[in-house]
């Protein structure tokens, strides 16, 4: 995974433009390295994944949010049936776009976030393609609430004290 051929982007936007916060940034970040394990296990992508979180969320937070973040993609490939396109972590150029699946995903978790459950709804809808995502909703509700991660819930010094987009 570490070499890129730098496709296919389809209809990538440039991540600077998706309007993510530093922990939904961090989210995502954490979640490509998480894909890319599930894509190719030996490559061990995991443990950056992990580092990333305790880089982001201190020793104590990071481990466990990286835990729940891992427990939400689990629920997403239970309930989703097509491939799930996602940027090469390792690769500048690829890292530096978000992909359409990545946006759904993380519509998802904006709209949990900010207590939007219609917005939820329809990102859940375009995310499974019209499945049922009864448990990925679940999941992310769990996560959300557990941590105590909704927008009104933190600052971003509460939790975010680096800056997640640095290299390891």
């Given at each position: 995974m570490s070499a890129c051929n730098h496709g296919p982007f389809g209809n990538r936007k440039l991540l600077v433009n998706a309007g993510l916060d530093p922990f939904?940034?961090?989210?995502?970040?954490?979640s490509r390295y998480f894909f890319a394990a599930f894509s190719d296990p030996e490559t061990r992508h995991w443990t950056t994944a992990f580092a990333l979180a305790k880089r982001s969320w201190g020793a104590i937070h990071?481990?466990?949010i990286a835990t729940g973040i891992v427990e939400v993609l689990d629920a997403m490939r239970i309930t989703r049936r097509e491939t799930f396109m996602f940027s090469n972590p390792v690769c500048p150029n690829c890292s530096a776009k978000i992909s359409d699946h990545e946006r759904h995903l993380m519509a998802c978790v904006v709209a949990v976030r900010k207590g939007h459950r219609a917005k939820l709804n329809a990102g859940a809808l375009m995310l499974f393609n019209g499945q049922e995502p009864r448990v990925f909703i679940a999941a992310l509700d769990a996560f959300i609430g557990g941590f105590g991660?909704?927008?009104l819930d933190y600052t971003s010094d509460d939790l975010v004290r680096s800056n997640p987009s640095r290299n390891l």
């Open positions: 939904e940034l961090a989210f995502l970040q954490i990071g481990p466990a991660l909704g927008v």
